[in-house]
């Protein structure tokens, strides 16, 4: 079966530190992988998605930026953080291309909650 | 024309009632309608999802209805228990090579004992 790490768990840093928040998927190949944050008792807002090594779209400007080094490693960085990148980091799965229908649902991780201070 | 409108924000309900959070959207090439239901601190998960092609599906308690002409789809949750409380999504997505599903904003559920 497939599953989706992510860490830490839960992160406090100082404004202007750098930042790297590491996703892993199992048990499949190809996925796409996503970033998200969620602001407390918000919605999801779509980062980053990526359709394969090395190929990142970015949704949002931002100092936030990601890269996939390998096929299920995902990494979401900044050199120096701001207050407002404070939220809650899902990273999420889906099939790739040669996924079926199935490749219409997203799958999520736990989470990161970043503090930014 | 991309967004999915969701209400209410939040909902409280009696154990045993059925609160229903509706969603619409725009884009007619939406073609895939989950829902994902997130507790506290943790990611959200997918819960029910219904294809255009059909007018409701049922998975235990959970019910989703669509109307294809009104572009509109609710979550019905039968019987509500407290174990229930919890961020429900909606979302929309279209077929294709890579999977940008559009969420809606959340509807924060408190089922009272």
């Known amino acids: 079966s497939q599953t989706i790490h992510q860490w830490p768990a839960t992160l406090v840093q100082p404004v202007g530190s750098p930042l790297s928040l590491e996703c892993t998927v199992e048990?499949?190949?190809?996925?796409?992988l996503y970033w998200y944050r969620q602001a407390a008792g918000r919605g999801l807002q779509l980062l980053f998605y990526?359709?394969?090594?090395?190929?990142i779209s970015s949704e949002v400007p931002q100092n936030l930026s990601a890269s996939r080094p390998q096929d299920r490693q995902f990494i979401l960085s900044s050199k120096k953080l701001l207050l407002s990148d404070s939220g809650f980091y899902l990273c999420?799965?889906?099939?790739?291309?040669?996924?079926?229908?199935?490749?219409?649902?997203?799958?999520f991780g736990p989470g990161t909650r970043l503090l930014v201070l | 024309q991309q967004q999915v409108k969701q209400s209410p924000q939040s909902l409280i309900v009696q154990k045993g009632g059925i609160p229903i959070i509706n969603c619409a959207y725009e884009?007619?090439?939406?073609?895939?309608f989950p829902w994902y239901q997130q507790f506290p601190g943790k990611g959200p998960a997918l819960l029910i999802a219904?294809?255009?092609?059909?007018s409701e599906k049922k998975e235990g308690r959970f019910t989703i209805s669509f109307n294809k002409s009104a572009k509109q789809f609710s979550l019905h949750i039968m019987d509500s228990q407290p174990g229930d409380s919890a961020t429900y999504f909606c979302?929309?997505?279209?077929?294709?090579?890579?999977?940008?599903?559009?969420f809606g904003t959340g509807t924060k559920l408190q089922v009272i004992p």
């Open positions: 999420a799965w889906s099939e790739g291309l040669a996924g079926g229908p199935s490749q219409e649902t997203q799958y």
């Open positions: 048990g499949t190949s190809n996925p796409n």
């Open positions: 990526s359709v394969g090594i090395g190929q």
């Open positions: 884009n007619t090439a939406f073609d895939y």
């Open positions: 219904i294809r255009p092609d059909v």
């Open positions: 979302a929309a997505s279209m077929e294709g090579g890579y999977q940008k599903v559009t």
